[in-house]
């Protein structure tokens, strides 16, 4: 697993570039180009299980699905923030990407420290250290894992 570390106000255009929007929409399309201006390394170094750590305004800009999309089609287990820009954090969950707001575990991250995400206990472990979140919502996690909203709608209306 990498642990992946970015600062305060990464916005949408960083995690997806814009000029891409209506040239890119499915996951073997948009990959190659997440984080292409801020972190090159990011698309051919992503695994699945990999976490990202970053700041403050995660995923401000311009509402576009591809951005979350992307992460969770990357194989990203969770974004683990100090706060997230209210527009992407609808977007994630429509596309079941975990985000959590953490910022002390955010904080306390250092590179050599290894992390564990306890998603039911709502407890991230950094190094020696144990930071509680506040445990999602049942229908948010169901969402995520059907594998986004469109998934988890199908699937609920399967069973009527």
Request: glycine share 10%; net charge negative.
């Amino acid at each position: 697993m990498n642990i992946w570390r970015y600062g305060d106000d990464i916005n949408t255009d960083m995690l997806f570039p814009g000029k891409y929007t209506y040239t890119c929409s499915t996951l073997n399309e948009i990959k190659p180009h997440l984080f292409e201006d801020l972190d090159p390394e990011f698309a051919a170094g992503v695994q699945t299980g990999d976490i990202i750590f970053a700041g403050k305004n995660f995923g401000c800009g311009s509402s576009r699905e591809q951005p979350a999309l992307g992460l969770r089609g990357a194989g990203i287990e969770a974004v683990i923030a100090i706060s997230f820009a209210r527009i992407f954090y609808r977007a994630a969950i429509n596309q079941g990407l975990l985000l959590i707001e953490c910022p002390d575990a955010v904080m306390a991250y250092q590179p050599e420290d290894n992390v564990t995400l306890q998603l039911e206990a709502g407890t991230i472990s950094v190094g020696n250290q144990k930071f509680s979140f506040p445990t999602l919502p049942d229908e948010i996690l169901a969402i995520r894992d059907a594998g986004g909203l469109l998934e988890y709608t199908r699937e609920k209306l399967k069973l009527r």
